[in-house]
Nanobody, 115 residues
Framework: QVQLVESGGGLVQPGGSLTLSCEST????????MAWYRQAPGKERDLVAA???????YYANSVKGRFTMSRDDAKNTVYLEMNRLKPEDTAVYYC?????????WGRGTQVTVSS
């Protein structure tokens, strides 16, 4: 069974940086598409960044140029480097793993951007 565990969330000041990690277990990680989503209170869950297995990376316009997604297949881990953070980036960030007929989610990690 696939398990996803996010880590690295916390409190950061506006303009600061934070890097999230998502470790996956129970699958052949390298063949799956991976994505980061976020959900703020009272808002819908939105796609932040996504990558196909050994494919291009998509970024939402709201984070383009500030966030960088990467993956390390040897460690079964994806990362989200977040720079120049804004208060509107405050949300629970979720890791997502998808394959043919499969869709898995982590429990999320809280990111709070506040002075």
């Amino acid at each position: 069974q696939v398990q996803l565990v996010e880590s690295g969330g916390g409190l950061v000041q506006p303009g600061g940086s934070l890097t999230l990690s998502c470790e996956s277990t129970g699958s052949t990680f390298s063949i799956y598409a991976m994505a980061w989503y976020r959900q703020a209170p009272g808002k819908e869950r939105d796609l932040v960044a996504a990558t196909q297995s050994d494919g291009p990376i998509y970024y939402a316009n709201s984070v383009k140029g500030r966030f960088t997604m990467s993956r390390d297949d040897a460690k079964n881990t994806v990362y989200l480097e977040m720079n120049r953070l804004k208060p509107e980036d405050t949300a629970v960030y979720y890791c997502n793993q998808r394959g043919y007929g499969e869709d898995y989610w982590g429990r999320g990690t809280q990111v709070t951007v506040s002075s």
